[in-house]
Nanobody
Framework: LQLVESGGGSVQVGGSLRLSCKAS????????IGWFRQAPGKEREGLLC????????HGVDSVEGRFTTSRDNAKNTVFLQMNSLEPEDTGIYYC??????????????????WGQGTQVTVSS
């Protein structure tokens, strides 16, 4: 399974971005999909992860109320909507797919497949 992120870029504080993650194969039955972020000099952290049925598991608290995720199984695509962006949101954003479930993925960072990442830069 290959995952390709898109939609990253530069935005000012308070702005919004929508990231997409397109999978080369079917997501409908087998995979939890997660969004992760790696800020400069920091470890990668889980943000939001969706189960195959659409349930959402939460990673870090800092994106609560600002980021949402959704998936379109028919299009094999997952989205990350990011609002009220802050400079601390700067980093490389990755999507990942795994079979261990959304909760495990977001808390343990466990996945079977990773995308190449897309850069998000938030400036003040």
């Amino acid at each position: 399974l290959q995952l390709v992120e898109s939609g990253g870029g530069s935005v000012q504080v308070g702005g919004s971005l929508r990231l997409s993650c397109k999978a080369s194969g079917s997501l409908s039955d087998y995979y939890a999909i997660g969004w992760f972020r790696q800020a400069p000099g920091k470890e990668r952290e889980g943000l939001l992860c969706t189960s195959s049925s659409g349930g959402v598991a939460h990673g870090v608290d800092s994106v609560e109320g600002r980021f949402t995720t959704s998936r379109d199984n028919a299009k094999n695509t997952v989205f990350l909507q990011m609002n009220s962006l802050e400079p601390e949101d700067t980093g490389i954003y990755y999507c990942a797919a795994g079979t261990l479930g959304a909760e495990v993925m977001c808390t343990m960072g466990t996945a079977d497949f990773w995308g190449q990442g897309t850069q998000v830069t938030v400036s003040s």
